[in-house]
């Protein structure tokens, strides 16, 4: 018999909190140094985010983790360049879309 007691939700591979995520992803339009009009990639499978936040109130660090390699899944944002931000767009009419800039401190980390 199982136990109702148990909290099954998800946890988050980056940050480990349980539970705190979005509607699945439906559309992310990304910003690159070559394509500055945007360009929409469109997850392949359902892709819900963490929605936890830090101590300091900072997004986790899997929304950027998702942008990146949605980039690098496509050949033709992989070659457009540095990203510097993407709006996130939810199946969902309720959840409104999030607008992501790319920290500078994330940038010089892989520069
Ligand atoms: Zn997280």
Redesign the pocket.
């Known amino acids: 018999m199982a136990d109702s007691n148990v909290d099954d939700r998800p946890i ?1 591979a ?2 480990g ?1 349980r539970g705190s995520q979005t509607p699945p992803v439906a559309v992310v339009l990304v910003f690159l140094e070559q394509m500055p009009e945007g360009y929409p990639l469109i997850p392949s499978a359902p892709y819900p985010l ?1 929605e ?1 936040e830090g101590r300091r109130g900072e997004p ?1 660090e ?1 929304i950027m983790v998702f942008i990146e390699s949605a980039i690098r899944a496509h050949v033709e944002t992989s070659r457009a360049g540095e990203w510097s931000a993407a709006v996130i767009c939810f199946g969902s009419a309720t959840r409104l879309p999030w607008l992501v800039k790319r920290p500078l401190a994330h940038a010089l980390a892989r520069a």
């Open positions: 988050c980056q940050c909190a963490c936890a986790c899997s």
